[in-house]
């Protein structure tokens, strides 16, 4: 089925390490962002990119990096893990921005940092 | 800053019961704002999405409504099923160049017993 697909489902991670969540999606959309969802709070936006090459900075992007090369994939970086970065991280992507575009979402990853 | 409120946070009801989830924002100025379903472990499904210039969209048992002036949105269930429980999360989209991030608020987690 054509959507957002994220891996790994589930990390755990020891403090300072580093790891790479990976975003792809087969929709042909244009933006991509990253949100994370911490226990009782809403989503918030990490980084997100409206295309190929360009990217910036969201709510909380503190800890955090991505990069797009391709339309397709959006990957999201963490560098020296922290306890405070233990989340539940989305990516979605939508097709454009404004009134008529909705967003979808893929299924998460969940991460522990220990 | 756009905050977004989600009243009750929590709701019990007895399956066949109608029922109704609210969510207010604070700054009027919108694109859109989006229903979205959330299952425990799981991602984000959409429900609906209302563009500002709308006052409502249906999908099978859900309804959902805008009013922008007044920054507030329901989302109307009917005939409610065990199978409905899940967390519901609105959120907007703010209208405004290089305003791309979805403003969520917390939930309403429902639960329709049997």
């Known amino acids: 089925n054509a959507g957002v697909t994220q891996t790994p489902k589930f990390r755990i991670l020891k403090i300072g390490q580093s790891m790479t969540l990976q975003c792809a999606q087969d929709m042909n959309h244009n933006y991509m962002y990253w949100y994370r969802q ?10 997100y990119s409206v295309g190929a090459g360009i990217t910036d900075k969201g709510e909380v992007p503190n800890g955090y990096n991505v990069s797009r090369s391709t339309t397709e994939d959006f990957p999201l970086r963490l560098e020296l893990a922290a306890p405070s970065q233990t989340s539940v991280y989305f990516c979605a992507s939508s097709y454009s921005w404004g009134r008529n575009y909705g967003y979808t979402f893929g299924s998460g990853t969940r991460l522990t940092v220990v | 800053k756009q905050e977004v409120t989600q009243i009750p946070a929590a709701l019990s009801v007895p399956e066949g019961e109608n029922l109704v989830l609210n969510c207010s924002f604070t700054d009027s100025a919108i694109y859109n704002l989006q229903w979205f379903r959330q299952d425990p472990g799981k991602g984000l499904t959409s429900l609906l999405l209302i563009q500002s210039s709308q006052r409502e969209q249906t999908s099978g048992r859900l309804n959902a409504s805008l009013d922008k002036s007044s920054g507030r949105s329901t989302l109307y269930i009917a005939a409610s099923q065990p199978g409905d429980s899940a967390t ?7 209208s405004g ?11 309403t987690k429902l639960s329709v017993i049997p």
Not at chain 1, 38 to 47: A, E, Q, S, T, V
Request: aromatic share 14%; with cysteine.
């Open chain 2, 97 to 107: 160049a290089g305003s791309y991030q979805l403003t969520f608020g917390k939930g």
């Open chain 1, 38 to 47: 911490d226990p009782g709070m809403g989503l918030k936006l990490i980084y």
């Open chain 2, 88 to 94: 519901y999360l609105c959120a907007v989209t703010l």
